[in-house]
């Protein structure tokens, strides 16, 4: 089973949650899925130094970067295909939020990288699963219509999933929110105040739900 991880950088401030990517490639090594690693190949919008958050004054490759959490090659979105992966996972970050998109500056007026948009798009039109951890639920909300996930509790997040027409529900960090019309999979991580260990749980369980449905949509 191949399964595509978009990764958006490399560090929490400014590119892919560490811990959650992690714990994604933890638990689809556990079920033995062979992991494709997508990205894009630009700059991210900014360099945060992870210490005191302060802004860098230099630029970083977001495949470059990724490279780092997927300890090799990894793909460029403008050549992903849908026929290459059984389901398509998004670990949080504010890299995906200020590099996948603009959400972290624009909010409710956001808009999606071509790229990124094209790849979730053609894995709903062929009705294979999608996943989305932490803020990385907002990218299916803005792009499918009525698309149910969560991003925990209420928040600002939530409130511009609701504005675009999408619905949000809330769960807690252990939860995965399956909207199955749409055959998309969402839970919180660290969009909850909560350990390692907690955000683990919430995200094995839905590795283990995407694959165990990839599984009944392949016989």
């Known amino acids: 089973m191949n399964v595509g991880v978009c990764l958006a950088g490399s560090g929490v401030f400014d590119g892919s949650e560490i811990h959650e990517t992690v714990c994604t ?3 689809l090594d556990r079920l033995n899925a062979t992991v494709r ?8 919008a900014h ?21 780092r ?12 295909n849908s026929k290459d992966v059984d389901a398509l996972l998004f670990p949080g970050g504010f890299g995906v939020a200020k590099n996948f998109c603009d959400f972290a500056f624009k909010g409710t007026e956001m808009t999606i990288k071509e790229p990124v948009k094209n790849a979730i798009l053609s894995m709903h039109q062929s009705k294979k699963p999608l996943a989305f951890m932490c803020i ?5 909300a803005r792009l499918i219509p009525g698309a149910i996930v969560t991003v925990g509790s209420k928040s600002d997040a939530s ?14 960090v252990e939860q995965v929110v399956i909207d199955e019309a749409n055959n998309i999979f969402s839970t919180p991580a660290y969009m909850c105040e909560a350990s ?24």
């Open 196 to 219: 390692i260990s907690n955000i683990e749980k919430g995200i094995s369980i839905l590795v283990e739900k995407v694959l165990s449905r990839t599984l009944v949509s392949s016989r």
């Open 136 to 140: 990385s639920s907002v990218l299916a």
């Open 159 to 172: 409130q511009a999933i609701e504005s675009w027409g999408a619905v949000h529900q809330e769960s807690t």
């Open 25 to 27: 490639l933890l638990a």
């Open 69 to 80: 959490l997927a300890r090799g090659p990894v793909e460029d979105f403008e050549s992903f």
């Open 37 to 44: 690693f997508y990205s894009l190949s630009e700059s991210q």
């Open 47 to 67: 360099v945060i130094n992870h210490h005191d958050q302060t802004e860098l004054q230099e630029s970083r490759s977001c495949l470059v970067e990724s490279a």
